[in-house]
């Protein structure tokens, strides 16, 4: 049917209906037209019981924390399937069984969790990379590794928990020359001061003592490791931890990273990437 202006008074009848009729003739919100683009099914209305919500937040967190992964792993420089890397504080052995994967390679993983060496090893035989990935009981301030005998060594947030003059000491016997040294770590900032609340309770809660930023360039140089790339990773693992607190896996720890993270509550807190190269 034609619109003619006897029409369109006929069906918007009191000033009251024209305005809401206006409303949505102007209305052209991304939260409904972007939304719609995504299969072709435009709503006005909003979301309905989702019972896969938090299935699908914990698999988004493993995606992030994966993501991470793939960072540190891109900064070993070229690696092939003859040379020997070391992961130092490896956990349940998530690291080295994607380097493994990635560059073929034999990888040697140390922790001082024996739990935590059974599961990894575990986990390496189910996958069947037993004889490639290993895990073993050992301090990573003395490994009992061979001298020289690593390309890459990496430490995935694991360097709050030792001296770093020690560490990087061991390290630098472990690595041959041109080898490559990486670090993912929280350390605070030495412009805002010392340890603020918010990082002294992140080393309450995991029994660390994080260091300062300066630390690590002081015990790199000391030891004949040379940074070639450091990258200030704090702005983008935000999300993770704004995601974290709000899923049901959450552990208390997230508002404490936050807040030391966030330049605009206190920026007392970095979360870095070094990669240096052993001379
Ligand atoms: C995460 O391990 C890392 C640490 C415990 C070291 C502290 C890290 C800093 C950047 C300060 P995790 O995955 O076991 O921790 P969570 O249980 O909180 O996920
Ligand atoms: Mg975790």
């Known amino acids: ?34 939304l719609g683009e995504v299969d072709g099914l435009y709503h006005h209305h909003y979301g309905g019981p989702e019972s896969t919500r938090d299935r699908r937040v ?3 967190l493993h995606r992030l924390e994966t993501a991470q992964a793939e960072v540190l792993l891109d900064h070993l420089g070229s690696i092939t399937a003859q040379y020997q890397l070391l992961d ?38 189910e996958r069947g990379v037993a004889d490639q990935v290993r895990f073993h009981f050992r301090n990573m301030l003395d490994t009992g590794l061979d001298t020289g005998s690593r ?4 430490t995935n947030e694991t360097t709050m928990y030792v001296d770093l003059t020690e560490l990087f000491g061991e390290f630098s016997r472990l690595l041959e020359y041109g080898g490559r040294y990486v670090c993912i ?12 609340k918010a990082v002294s309770r992140i080393d309450e809660h995991y029994t660390c003592n994080i260091h300062p930023r300066s630390t690590y360039f002081k015990a790199l140089a000391a030891n004949g ?15 993770y931890w704004e995601l974290r607190a709000q899923s049901s896996v959450a552990t208390g720890i997230e508002d404490p990273f936050l807040t030391a993270y966030t330049a605009y509550k206190e920026g007392s807190f970095h979360y870095l990437l070094i990669a ?3 001379t």
């Open 151 to 154: 390309r890459a060594v990496w």
């Open 225 to 239: 490791l040379v940074p070639i790339n450091v990258v200030d990773l704090t702005a983008q693992t935000i999300p």
């Open 58 to 60: 914990i698999e988004e």
């Open 185 to 196: 770590t929280g350390c605070y900032n030495d412009i805002t001061g010392g340890r603020s």
């Open 276 to 278: 240096a190269d052993r």
């Open 88 to 125: 130092a504080g490896s956990g349940r052995g998530g690291t080295s069984f994607m380097a493994h994967q990635r560059f073929g390679c034999a990888v040697d993983g140390v922790t001082i969790s024996e739990h935590q060496v059974g599961f990894a090893n575990s986990q390496a035989g």
């Open 1 to 34: 049917m034609a619109s003619t202006i006897g029409h369109t008074a006929k069906v918007l009848r009191t000033s009251y209906q024209k305005s809401v009729a206006a409303y949505w003739d102007s209305e052209q919100a991304p939260v409904n037209l972007r």
